[in-house]
């Protein structure tokens, strides 16, 4: 049956469920293209890829995986205009990777990108650790599951380190109940939230292999790598670029053998270690300053020197100190 491209209007008076191009009208005629990336939806899908292009460093990895689920999406989309079934894809999702290494940030993006998408009723992440879920008392874990569950809807559920909710060694354990009713709602609610499971990788993989029925319904598991000394250097100088300040040449010597020190020293945590590394040297650049002459114009006011960076006790001989936490 031919019908001209929307001429009928169905369902007037009743709103769409939510935001898919052309959905009043009726299904495009077989012979009829549509460009794809000419939709307002892939429009802001772009804008969100570049604007996690230019704040993140690195992550060719997730950043592929990422544009994959947008086109799986873009083309769900099409084939919803063309008639054609387009039952909407299970999005739950695995982040695996260390501590700093963009998890959350990216879970951000993720949840504007699906709903720019039309996948997702609203661009939110609620985040969430095992106290939010689990009660420590028989009756407390239902509701609180629930009402968690109850704030996500429509957006992302972000449960980081979710390997603590199963705990084997605990007979009297409630995060099994928690994981239950977890997956009810995973089940049911598809398309309007999405589960992510954060946490480091070995850990998760023990935790979806003792539980299959979740690891089943997590259909995208993407994992970020820690990040080489380079990826870190550059997000220094992504953060202080940011920020309005810069390295001076030998400040930025010295930042790379801070870092190349810095990670080999216990909990080293990626770019949040950058972050911290460099709040830091904004303290010794502010007390030079005020115990130096006096006098500063804007150029001192950006510069970070090496003496800033060297001022780290990383430099310092942690056997030599005893220091508990080196990375002060
Ligand atoms: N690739 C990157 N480029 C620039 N900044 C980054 C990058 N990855 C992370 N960051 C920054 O580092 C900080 C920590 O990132 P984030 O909180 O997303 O990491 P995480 O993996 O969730 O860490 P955790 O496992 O400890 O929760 C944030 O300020 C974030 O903006
Ligand atoms: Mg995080």
Not at 14 to 28: I, T
Not at 165 to 178: M, V, W
Not at 200 to 225: K, Q
Not at 229 to 243: N, P, S, V
């Amino acid at each position: 049956m031919y019908r001209p491209e929307a001429a009928t209007v169905n369902g007037a008076g009743s709103p769409p469920a939510e935001p898919a191009p052309d959905e009043s009208a009726g299904p495009l005629d077989a012979r009829s293209t549509i460009d794809l990336r000419a939709d307002e939806a892939a429009e802001r899908v772009r804008s969100v890829l570049d604007a996690l292009d230019a704040e993140l460093v690195g992550l060719a990895g997730v950043k592929r995986r990422i544009r994959e689920t947008a086109a799986l999406l873009m083309v769900d989309r099409a084939r919803a205009r063309f008639g054609l079934s387009a039952s909407k894809p299970s999005l739950h999702m695995s982040f695996t990777g260390g501590p700093g290494t963009g998890k959350t940030t990216v879970a951000l993006r993720m949840a504007e990108i699906l709903h720019a998408l039309g996948y997702l009723r609203v661009p939110r992440v609620y985040p969430v650790t095992r106290d939010d879920l689990v009660g420590q008392f028989i009756g407390h874990t239902a509701p609180k599951t629930k009402e968690a569950l109850a704030r996500a809807a429509g957006g992302v559920l972000f449960i980081d380190e979710a390997y603590y909710l199963y705990r084997p060694d605990n007979e009297r354990d409630y995060g099994q109940e928690a994981i239950e009713i977890l997956l009810q709602e995973m089940e049911s609610a598809r398309g309007s939230l999405v589960v992510i499971f954060a946490g480091y990788e070995d850990r998760m993989e023990t935790f979806f292999s003792s539980n299959p029925g979740l690891s089943s319904r997590v259909a995208h598991h993407i994992e970020f790598e820690d990040y080489t000394t380079g990826e870190l250097a550059e997000i220094a100088e992504l953060m202080l670029t940011r920020d309005d300040y810069r390295l001076s040449e030998q400040g930025r010597a010295a930042f790379l053998e801070y870092l190349d020190r810095r990670r080999a020293m216990p909990r080293f945590a990626n770019a949040r270690s950058v972050r911290n590394a460099l709040e830091r040297a904004r303290l010794r650049q502010a007390n030079r300053l005020v115990a130096g002459h006096g006098q500063v114009g804007r150029d001192d006011l950006m510069l970070i020197t090496e003496q800033d960076v060297r001022g780290s006790r990383v430099f310092i001989d942690p056997l030599e100190t005893g220091l508990e936490d080196p990375a002060v």
